[in-house]
């Protein structure tokens, strides 16, 4: 099971651009960067597709991708106290782009059932960086995301709803 946390953001148009234009070059500490994903699209729940443009990754189980205007965090297991540091530097970091507004974040849990279904958990969201870094489901400064009361399962591939 993996938990992820998803951030999509519009484009103010003051000076903004894209998440993956803003991160390129950036160093973070644990992470290296590369400019071929190693998947296609971004699929959250509730959101359309969007292709993934880089990525960061640490280890076999830590991965950002990252698009023009959403990011994905995926974790496979608790990070060490360096790949948490870096992922919370990353996300701050995307955080403060300029031009671009955090529209909506969802942090989730997701895996195969023990019928080899695919599943995805809503474990808490929301629409601002205030409720972002105050929400304990999402586990801000490392670890794994815990649920909260307004959990939801949606069965299938995280891009059905």
């Not at 297991?77 to 403060?96: N, Y």
């Not at 942090?107 to 629409?127: C, M, N, P, Y």
């Amino acid at each position: 099971m993996s938990s992820v946390l998803y951030l999509f953001f519009e484009n103010t148009g003051a000076g903004g651009g894209s998440v993956a234009h803003h991160v390129q070059g950036l160093q973070v500490p644990g992470y290296s960067f590369s400019e071929e994903p190693l998947k296609e699209v971004i699929s959250a729940p509730n959101e359309p597709d969007v292709p993934v443009r880089c990525l960061f990754y640490a280890q076999n189980y830590f991965r950002v991708f990252v698009s023009d205007l959403a990011v994905e965090f995926y974790r496979e297991t608790v990070p060490s106290p360096e790949i948490a540091a870096g992922e919370g530097l990353l996300r701050s970091k995307i955080l403060d782009v300029p031009g671009l507004k955090l529209r909506r974040w969802v942090a989730t849990s997701e895996g195969w059932d023990d019928d080899d279904k695919e599943f995805v958990r809503i474990l808490s969201q929301g629409a601002s960086r205030e409720t972002l870094i105050a929400e304990p489901g999402t586990a801000p400064n490392g670890g794994p995301a815990t649920p909260s009361d307004n959990s939801a399962l949606t069965e299938g591939p995280p891009s059905v709803s």
